[in-house]
């Protein structure tokens, strides 16, 4: 059997009752859309915050539109943020009608380069949208100093980093809003697509919650345009809601298969070489995945396959050099530690119920392969 980078049925078979059961409650209330379990999980995540609003969307990238676009930014404004990044994040910016401008990443923990991020804003920058890749907060003082500076919003993209802290905060609490993506595969991740904005400000949780539903305040009546159907979907609401209550379990899960790896690797590890991923101050990371980098990534690769084992690359094409962002104007070598990480870095199996025997095979074949390399 192939081993695979994420895998949910281990945790299916484990907790089959709770999400039967959770549907079968949706399907029995009387009401599908926008109903008990949306308001529930909306309230039951913004307190796993200490945040006063939550409104559930359909996606992560809506989750940043919306938001982006409660914040009044649209057409004719800047949005700074990275290009080494889940393509969503700039699809989303760009979505919201803005355009983004990329800045380069640190080398250490692949997050945006904080040092950089001044020479970027100009007369049009309106937000910042700091990316918690992988399962580590941005370093936010700086950014939040620059924003408070120049009058900028910033909007946290979570979509990786569910529970995780940063200085003692939690991701999602450190900005003016945050979006979170409920993809399958992410920390809190549903059985099919969910998002949800996040936000201390009342008025910006209230222009969500129109944009996500025709930008309507009350039924059949258009409040502002551009409007969406956006909504999280009760089915997806009602066994969020299950899930969350396991989260930290689910964390701890993901931080004990992180220190196997680590351990188990930490012989291997050379500048040059194998590199392990590493932790900055003050962050409390979740390891939404476990990303190593090899200048040889490729072969690694290729020859794991041998074993089959099934890796991913998180990601192999920086947003500015996709065909589709030609627009933007980036030549290739503008972001040089981003390009670099693209073609080193690669993902090991990563998931809160990854049986140790196959983490151990992977473990064993990825020896195997760098002592043939
Ligand atoms: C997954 C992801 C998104 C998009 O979320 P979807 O729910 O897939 O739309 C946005 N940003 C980042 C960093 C992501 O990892």
Redesign the pocket.
């Known amino acids: 059997m192939t081993i695979r980078v994420w895998d949910y049925l281990p945790e299916y078979h484990d907790e089959r009752e709770e999400v039967l059961a959770a549907v079968a409650k949706v399907f029995e209330s009387g009401q599908l859309i926008l109903g008990p379990s949306v308001a529930g999980f909306e309230a039951e995540f913004a307190a796993y915050h200490g945040i006063t609003h939550c409104a559930g969307v359909d996606?992560?990238?809506?989750?940043?539109k919306l938001a982006l676009q409660a914040l009044g930014i649209g057409h004719g404004d800047e949005v700074i943020t990275v290009a080494n990044?889940?393509a969503?994040?700039v699809v989303?910016i760009d979505g919201a009608g803005a355009t983004p401008v990329f800045v380069d990443v640190r080398e250490d923990d692949f997050l945006i380069d904080t040092d950089l991020v001044e020479a970027a804003i100009g007369p049009r920058t309106r937000a910042l949208v700091p990316?918690h890749?992988y399962g580590q907060c941005v370093d936010m003082a700086p950014l939040s100093r620059l924003a408070a500076r120049h009058g900028l919003a910033v909007l946290e993209?979570c979509?990786?980093s569910h529970g995780a802290r940063h200085h003692g905060r939690q991701a999602g609490a450190m900005g003016d809003a945050a979006?979170f993506?409920?993809?399958p595969t992410?920390v809190l991740g549903a059985y099919g697509?969910?998002?949800a904005v996040l936000t201390g400000d009342e008025f910006i949780d209230q222009n969500v919650r129109r944009l996500r539903y025709y930008g309507m305040e009350d039924r059949y009546y258009v409040e502002r345009t551009p409007g969406h159907n956006s909504r999280l979907d009760e089915l997806q609401a009602e066994i969020l809601r299950g899930k969350l209550r396991r989260l930290d379990a689910y964390i701890a899960a993901r931080r004990s298969v992180a220190r196997r790896y680590t351990e188990a690797l930490a012989d291997l590890a050379e500048p040059g070489g194998l590199v392990l991923p590493t932790v900055s101050p003050g962050n409390e990371h979740v390891y939404y995945l476990y990303v190593v980098r090899h200048p040889r990534r490729d072969d690694i690769i290729e020859r794991l396959r041998a074993y089959d084992i099934a890796l991913n690359i998180s990601y192999p094409w920086p947003v500015h050099t996709m065909t589709g962002f030609a627009h933007l104007g980036y030549a290739k070598g503008a972001l040089p530690v981003t390009e670099k990480l693209a073609g080193e870095v690669f993902s090991l199996p990563m998931y809160p119920s990854l049986p140790l025997e196959r983490q151990q095979a992977v473990i064993r074949a990825l020896r195997e392969v760098l002592a043939g390399l």
Do not use: C, E, H, M
């Open positions: 996606n992560g990238t809506n989750a940043i990044t889940a969503p994040t989303a990316v890749l993209d979509a990786q979006a993506s409920f993809y992410k697509d969910g998002g």
